[in-house]
């Protein structure tokens, strides 16, 4: 079972000291629940082949490698959570080795696994993996701006050594004849698996679309400036892989505000990708000073991809702000604030409830268990304190 190879790996500690916790302390209801607010006024447009001549270009001048491959060379052993790192319902999860965790320069966002990718009838594994995607973004100094973005895979599964590696995301530019990439700026606060197909949020206008397939192994040595092409190689500030963009989905709205796509998560039973904005009530001087949106987006029908256009199929107004994560199953929603650190978790017929939470809690990715109880999984962003952890759903709502 799940938690019995957990404990084999090293995680015994962590979870014997989470059996001893009570549930987390919840409110009967909050002031007001969300509100609804008419779908159609949000849409998609999306493009799965945009880079498609240059990625060839790049794929007949470097090798594309499957996920078993990039995980058989694994090069980063995570860490056990710690002793002390005990929310309500706990079931494990690990922590980066210390240079990550204690990095300045490298924030972790997002959240989605390879249950999101395929389910978890065969033990989510993606290429013989059960994995945990994590998205970054990366400042050029400490306090710096953001320079580029990147993924980390994680192995989940006691069958493999408690490794992950990091893929940096790449753009693709130039021809077919003449292929290159470079680094994209953003945020990355959200990520999404959904069969081949990785979605990334994009916060000014939608989601970038990588496929796990295309994979690239870049050429050793250059400099950790050096990205792209030069004198016939590619380098990529020393990273071995890369992972190219292939399309973009893109939001648009008569609503007059534009979406600002903070955090995204997906929801497996109805086949879609909800989304929520970070907000700030007021004074804020980067963030919009307004009630954020929840907004729902469904896939094309028997497929992982979105259509060419696509409705949403559910908007919500909210009375939270600090949003930095979204979650939805079967009709419920969780949202999490890293500023007030609370887990809100609200149905159209029960209401509002709110769950005490982690500090600088992030995205959050449904973990569906055909065989175990649910799960939430999230991650904290604080230097020194990045601790990516599983709950029990059921302690945060029915």
Known sequence: MFLRHRITAGCAAVLIAASALTASATSASAAAGPTTLPAGEYTLTSDYHKYDAVYSGLASKLHTVPVHTVMDNANHDR????????????TGGFRFDD?????????????????????????????GHQLVAVS?????????????????????????????????????TGTNASPNYKD????????????????????????RVFDMRKILEVNSGGTADQIGQSGGQYYAHNYRYVLPQVGTVAAHTTSGTNLAWSSISLDRVSKSIVMTEYTCKADCTDYPNRAPRAVRFPFASGATTFAASTTASQALKLPWYNLNGVASHNGRWWFNSSAAKQLYYWTPTAGPATHAWVSSGESISYWEDPKDADLLWSLQEGKGNRNVFAVKQATYGA
């Open 184 to 207: 994209i700026p953003i945020h990355a606060g959200g990520v999404s698996w959904y069969g081949d197909y990785l979605y990334v949020a994009d916060t000014g206008g939608g989601m």
């Open 99 to 127: 240079g990550d965790n204690d990095d300045c320069t490298n924030y972790p966002q997002g959240i989605t696994t390879s249950r999101d990718a395929v389910g978890g009838d065969n033990g989510g594994n993606y290429d």
């Open 79 to 90: 860490k056990p959570l710690p002793s002390t790192f005990n929310p309500a319902g706990l």
């Open 136 to 172: 970054w973004y990366t400042r050029d100094a400490c306090g710096g701006k953001q320079v580029r973005s990147r993924i980390t895979l994680a192995d989940w599964d006691a069958t493999y050594p408690n490794k992950y590696r990091k893929i940096l995301l790449v753009e693709p």
